[in-house]
């Protein structure tokens, strides 16, 4: 069974990416990928999570004989 994950690509300010981390880790996120800073500081990442559970496609019913 192959598990279902959903992406994010951010990028924001060297500042601002511990805070950024912790909102998105309450989320069920975890940091991939890091990639190095730009000459303004800005810092670009790959966060990651497994997709939330849908709607199995067949649900059994049963009726009380």
Do not use: C, W
């Not at 998105?24 to 559970?53: C, M, N, W």
């Amino acid at each position: 069974m192959s598990k279902r994950l959903e992406y994010k690509v951010l990028k924001v300010s060297s500042e601002e990416l511990e805070t950024t981390l912790n909102i998105y880790a309450q989320d069920g996120f975890r940091a991939v990928h890091f990639f190095p800073p730009t000459d303004q500081g800005e810092v670009s990442l790959v966060i990651s999570r497994k997709q939330k559970s849908r709607k199995k496609h067949h649900e059994v019913f049963e009726d009380d004989l």
